[in-house]
T-cell receptor
């Protein structure tokens, strides 16, 4: 498998469930991202991890909990979600270089989440 | 707050016609400018970036700092150009702000 992979590709869950989304990058990158893509909103950055440290948390509700155990893996733990959280969740990765601020991000295929 | 505006949700042109997808961004510092594209059933991917001054698949984008615009242009559209296009300024290392996207439909 090459590039950025995400599992599962589709997920249906109830509001009381706990589930996790997984992202893995095979590009040797050192930064990873979670985005939310809703039907009627622009792509929204949720979390940024650089060198396994969370460097950005864009006012995301606590029912979304990210985890980055190493530079190749990123998880998004979900609990007590709301129907409005239904969306496509995209993972991306990039290679951070000191002093360089224009790094291309490589995206995964996304997980389509439906909250009932 | 940083903002990106793509005023057209849908742009339909005939094959061979010129196309311009508009993008305006709010000014704060000097963001790097990117265009991303998503073809049907494919993942979001980079199309081009301003820093490279490149032309990809016949597309170019000109940065106008005075107007804070980064419009994407192609002189002769092809059917395979049909896709969603996202303008994405990059602020403050790693922080992309994506526009809402423009769906380009190139008709035969």
């Amino acid at each position: 498998e090459t590039g950025v992979t995400q599992t599962p590709r589709h997920l249906v869950m109830g509001m009381t469930n706990k589930k996790s989304l997984k992202c893995e990058q095979h590009l040797g990158h050192n930064a990873m991202y979670w985005y939310k893509q809703s039907a009627k909103k622009p792509l929204e950055l949720m979390f940024v991890y650089s060198l396994e440290e969370r460097v950005e948390n864009n006012s995301v509700p606590s029912r979304f909990s990210p985890e980055c155990p190493n530079s190749s893996h990123l998880f998004l733990h979900l609990h007590t979600l709301q129907p409005e959280d239904s969306a496509l969740y995209l993972c991306a990765s990039s290679q951070d270089r000191a002093g360089v601020s224009y790094n291309e991000q490589f995206f995964g295929p996304g997980t389509r989440l439906t909250v009932l | 707050a940083q903002r990106v505006t793509q005023p057209e949700k849908l742009l339909s042109v005939f094959k061979g016609a010129p196309v311009e997808l508009k993008c305006n961004y709010s000014y704060s510092g000097s963001p790097e400018l990117f265009w991303y594209v998503q073809y049907s059933r494919q993942r979001l991917q980079l199309l081009l970036r301003h820093i490279s001054r490149e032309s990809i698949k016949g597309f170019t984008a000109d940065l106008n700092k005075g107007e804070t615009s980064f419009h994407l242009k192609k002189p002769f559209a092809q059917e395979e150009d049909s896709a969603m296009y996202y303008c994405a300024p990059l602020y403050n290392f790693n922080k992309f702000y994506f526009g809402s996207g423009t769906k380009l439909n190139v008709k035969p």
